[in-house]
């Protein structure tokens, strides 16, 4: 008799509701906690996205006939050499264009200033502090040859370090997760599970591989416009454009709004020519080129793709505008895989409670 009168459902959202409360409540305490666990486990899943990026790489050499530690050997060593030789060529013509940069910007600020009667002491100097403590960086660097690995330069170059080699060992091994992953799901009755992970393996892989190949064409086309065209930022702004091609739309709108600013004090015909090539390339990149690098990952709805940039950006800053594409490449694909299976759920439910009434 009591338990007629006990209401299960009051009673559950009572529970529900204390469980909140303790989490909440502790939240500095497990907070801190699951800080340091993220920042423990964050190199080792770099160092399995980087992994998973080049293990087609090796695979295709693979195919070709090449040995597996031969294959490794050479992407990791063509690999290390570009980045190498990247950092070496790069560094000192970026020392130069900052200084340019430097002088640009406050002319910027100057320009705005007196056109516009704002007052723009203190964030001029703001801005100008920061481009000298770079350069300053950079120019110990490239005077001494050393770099000062103390406070956060150690824990940087550590982590670098850390991922670099932990990288390796996920590429040499990555045949070997594949299978025990492809073993393990296999063995599950439900069948339609391992299918799912192959379908996000294969959307992940694609992307990955598409996003790592797009950055590359990203460097050298915008490196080699802007320098054609007469920009003295042209190193700074290919590396830029290349960089924030991880976020989707947005990215390379910051790179060619910058480079239209600075160009706008270079020259007119710095400024128009910039101009055009702000207007007319990422639509190249867009229709032409992101189609062909990532194929059908890239078939997505793009007031979707920013609906998941900014929400990644809310969540999680921007960590989760770098994973936003990928998260919902994953969920988009879920969805689907499991659309007829959820919607005869809610026919199910909505049989059972029409019996039920």
């Given at each position: 008799m009591f338990r007629d009168k006990l209401n299960f459902k009051l009673l559950n959202l009572l529970i529900l509701l204390v469980i909140i409360y303790i989490i909440v409540s502790t939240s500095n305490w497990w907070g801190s906690i699951i800080g340091k666990v993220i920042s423990i486990i964050f190199p080792f899943v770099v160092s399995f996205a980087i992994a998973y990026a080049f293990y087609p790489l090796v695979k295709k050499l693979q195919?070709?006939?090449?040995?597996?530690?031969?294959?490794?050997?050479?992407?990791?060593?063509?690999?290390?050499?570009?980045?190498?030789?990247?950092i070496i060529i790069t560094v000192p013509i970026v020392y130069d264009?900052?200084?340019?940069?430097?002088?640009?910007?406050?002319?910027?600020?100057?320009d705005l200033s007196t056109k516009f009667s704002l007052d723009l002491g203190g964030f001029e100097n703001s801005i100008t502090n920061i481009l000298n403590d770079i350069i300053t960086s950079l120019g110990t660097y490239i005077s001494n040859g050393t770099i000062d690995?103390?406070?956060?330069?150690?824990?940087?170059?550590?982590?670098?370090i850390i991922i670099y080699i932990v990288s390796i060992y996920f590429l040499a091994g990555m045949d070997k997760i594949r299978s025990n992953a492809k073993d393990i799901l296999k063995r599950q009755k439900n069948k339609k599970v391992y299918n799912f992970i192959k379908a996000i393996d294969n959307d992940l892989g694609q992307y990955l591989q598409g996003l790592v190949i797009f950055m590359v064409i990203q460097l050298f086309e915008y490196c080699f416009l802007f320098w054609l065209v007469g920009h003295p930022n042209w190193l700074l702004l290919g590396i830029l454009a290349s960089i924030t091609t991880v976020i989707p739309y947005f990215g390379g709108l910051i790179t060619n709004i910058i480079a239209v600013i600075l160009a706008s004090v270079v020259s007119t015909p710095v400024f128009i020519a910039t101009l055009i090539i702000c207007i007319v390339f990422p639509n190249v990149d867009g229709y032409v080129i992101s189609p062909r690098v990532y194929g059908k990952t890239n078939n997505i709805n793009p007031l979707w793709i920013i609906f998941s940039v900014f929400v990644g950006g809310a969540l999680l800053g921007f960590v989760g505008i770098v994973i936003a594409l990928p998260s919902y490449i994953v969920i988009n694909r879920a969805y689907h895989f499991f659309k007829d299976d959820i919607m005869d759920k809610i026919d199910d439910i909505k049989v059972s409670k029409k019996k039920s009434n």
């Open positions: 195919n070709k006939g090449v040995r597996k530690t031969l294959a490794v050997t050479l992407v990791i060593t063509v690999t290390t050499a570009l980045f190498l030789g990247l264009q900052l200084l340019t940069l430097s002088k640009l910007v406050a002319k910027v600020l100057q690995f103390v406070g956060k330069s150690v824990n940087f170059f550590t982590k670098f």
